[in-house]
């Protein structure tokens, strides 16, 4: 039964989150935030693919520990693309809310995003095709991942709050969930399997995430026809 559920959840989720984001890139124009937003939420979709499909694999055949290296390369491929997925955010903001130069932030995100890069891609302590990768770099890869995420969140808050924005007014709560979901499954997923589940409503943050920038776009467009 859970691997039924599990798997109708990760299709329902991939395919919204794809539609979503193909639809705000033909939707929208060049250079834009909406076109913007429909990049990240495509890859955000495609990235978090390369896990959830092997994942959902392994629930309806023989099982994920006989599936430990396409796991492990799909973790270590999401990892890359959820880096990504919030440096595209930024700009996002950037966009939507008309900022120029702090060139100093912008330097504060990539920085944050190469740390975590370099984390992931480049040190084999990781163990991402092991059975059992080590708890401690978890944490580690995740700090630098944590506080672009808090950065993120601020930039958000601040923003819509001054600006009076209604269509992005929970964009940073969406945030705040996603990280208060995904923070317990890495520290105790491994102790208590049971915790994974959290990435369920991990995973609902993310698509109110992507549906904010959808509705705002609908209704911009709306406006402007």
């Known amino acids: 039964m859970r691997a039924i559920i599990e798997t109708v959840f990760d299709i329902f989720y991939l395919v919204t989150v794809l539609t979503l984001g193909i639809r705000m890139i033909r939707g929208s124009k060049a250079g834009t935030q909406f076109r913007l937003f429909g990049l990240m939420a495509v890859v955000l979709g495609a990235g978090d693919s390369f896990h959830l499909v092997p994942r959902a694999l392994a629930l309806c055949t023989t099982g994920l520990e006989n599936y430990t290296v396409p796991l492990g390369l ?5 990892s890359i693309t959820m880096t990504a997925f919030y440096v595209l955010l930024y700009y996002v903001w950037r966009k ?24 992931c891609m480049m040190m084999p302590q990781n163990q991402w ?14 700090i630098p991942f944590a506080i672009l995420g808090l950065l993120i969140i601020v930039l ?26 995904y923070i317990p499954v890495v520290l105790w997923a491994d102790v208590n399997p049971l915790i994974g589940m959290l990435m369920i409503p991990k995973t609902c943050a993310y698509v109110w995430t992507v549906l904010i920038g959808y509705n705002a776009m609908k209704a911009e467009n709306g406006k402007n026809n």
């Open 96 to 119: 939507r809310y008309e900022i120029k130069g702090k060139a100093g932030l912008t330097a504060a995100v990539y920085g944050l995003a190469a740390a975590r890069v370099i984390l």
């Open 74 to 78: 799909g973790k270590w491929i999401t």
């Open 129 to 142: 095709l092991s059975a059992a990768s080590p708890l401690s770099w978890g944490i580690y890869r995740n």
């Open 156 to 181: 958000f808050y601040r923003s819509a709050k001054e600006r009076s924005d209604s269509a992005f007014r929970w964009m940073w709560l969406t945030i705040v969930l996603s990280f208060g979901f």
